[in-house]
């Protein structure tokens, strides 16, 4: 019985992981800002964080290539560092937060808009900074929005194929995820092997959605009264 290769495995959880964690950061900053403005350009901006998640993986993927490729400025500088990006495990990681930022924008913007400026503006009133309103008003009260959009980044970054395979290839051990193992098994027509990676893939996505519903029930009994309480406050 040959024993299975479990790289894939890991080397799509390490990324999955990390690209959710990036594009938490990332994705929570945009959405605040921009769900707090208004200016010229804003829809153009908005289409721009939102445009990896209507095009075409492989674009995507032709994109990045563009921009970390040996011969561009910015790929020529990780070259001359030592750190190529291409074909590296860097590689993964940077394309699965690109497909995965515009869930996470898109989810979080939309739990921030909801809120009720009122509340903001009650703890403000009561001597609140701008930074206690964030993390303690505004965060717990959209926290059940950027926990969907959280795990949708996670699944997103989980299941990225297309530019993956265009900017960090198919090397067994370094740069192969799941959902490259498995296409590339397929064609080698290995099909036992590639529904058991699909099998583990689905399990752990499935797991992340329960997971997630689970998540926001509590947060919703939890915060009922805190906003009650703010209310009263107010």
């Not at 290539?65 to 001359?80: P, S, V």
């Not at 397929?186 to 583990?200: D, F």
Request: a positive charge; glycine letters at 8%.
């Amino acid at each position: 019985m040959t024993v299975m290769d479990l790289n894939p495995l890991w080397i799509s959880l390490k990324t999955a992981l990390l690209a959710t964690a990036i594009t938490f950061i990332l994705g929570i900053a945009a959405a605040r800002w921009m769900a707090g403005r208004d200016f010229g350009g804003k829809s153009l901006l908005d289409g721009i964080f939102i445009l990896p998640l209507v095009l075409p993986p492989t674009v995507v993927g032709f994109i990045l290539l563009y921009i970390f490729g040996r011969n561009a400025i910015l790929g020529a500088l990780f070259f001359e560092l030592g750190r190529p990006i291409v074909f590296s495990w860097s590689a993964t990681v940077i394309s699965a937060v690109v497909v995965a930022f515009p869930l996470m924008y898109q989810t979080a913007r939309g739990a921030f808009e909801q809120i009720d400026a009122n509340i903001e503006d009650a703890a403000r009133t009561l001597g609140a900074s701008e930074w206690t309103v964030f993390w303690h008003i505004t965060i717990p009260l959209a926290w059940p929005g950027i926990a969907a959009g959280t795990i949708l980044a996670f699944a997103r970054s989980l299941g990225e194929f297309g530019a993956t395979l265009m900017l960090a290839g198919n090397i067994p051990g370094k740069t192969q995820t799941i959902p490259i193992a498995i296409y590339f098994l397929v064609q080698a027509g290995k099909s036992e092997q590639a529904i058991t990676w699909v099998l583990i893939i689905l399990i752990i996505s499935l797991a992340s959605i329960v997971a997630l519903n689970y998540w926001r029930k509590y947060q919703q009994r939890r915060l009922k009264p805190v906003a009650r309480e703010v209310y009263s406050d107010a």
